[in-house]
């Protein structure tokens, strides 16, 4: 996955802010020929509230068609039926949570 932060940053666009819940963020997105990624970002504490992946048909094709060719005892499908959007939602984040060495502890 890397940084996903980064990477968007270099060519991201900013578009108007919204809302994710009842958190005020910021939105970003970078768009190339394969993919558009879209980030929510929290205005007050900068946590990635939400991440929106848009594929294109085309690009999920040839990759499977590549992936096909080099593990052809895979049987993978070579047809994409369009293109696939994923999004990811981050909700009641907490940070810097107290943790006791019971958290740990194998169940019994």
């Not at 990624?37 to 085309?58: M, S, V, Y």
């Given at each position: 996955?890397?940084?996903m932060?980064?990477?968007?940053?270099?060519?991201?666009?900013r578009?108007?802010?919204?809302?994710i819940?009842?958190?005020?963020?910021?939105?970003?997105?970078?768009?190339?020929?394969?993919?558009?990624?879209?980030?929510?970002?929290?205005?007050e504490?900068?946590?990635?509230?939400?991440?929106?992946?848009?594929?294109?048909?085309?690009?999920?094709?040839?990759?499977?068609?590549?992936?096909?060719?080099?593990?052809?005892?895979?049987?993978?499908?070579?047809t994409?039926?369009?293109?696939?959007k994923?999004?990811?939602?981050?909700?009641?984040?907490?940070?810097?949570?107290?943790?006791?060495?019971?958290?740990?502890?194998?169940?019994?």
């Amino acid at each position: 996955w890397g940084n996903m932060l980064g990477a968007v940053m270099q060519s991201a666009t900013r578009k108007p802010d919204e809302k994710i819940g009842d958190v005020d963020c910021y939105v970003l997105t970078d768009a190339n020929d394969k993919r558009t990624r879209t980030l929510w970002i929290g205005k007050e504490d900068f946590l990635i509230r939400q991440i929106e992946n848009d594929t294109k048909a085309a690009v999920l094709k040839a990759e499977l068609e590549a992936q096909a060719k080099k593990h052809p005892e895979m049987h993978l499908p070579t047809t994409v039926g369009g293109d696939i959007k994923s999004v990811e939602t981050h909700t009641n984040i907490v940070v810097n949570q107290k943790f006791s060495p019971t958290d740990f502890a194998p169940d019994k």
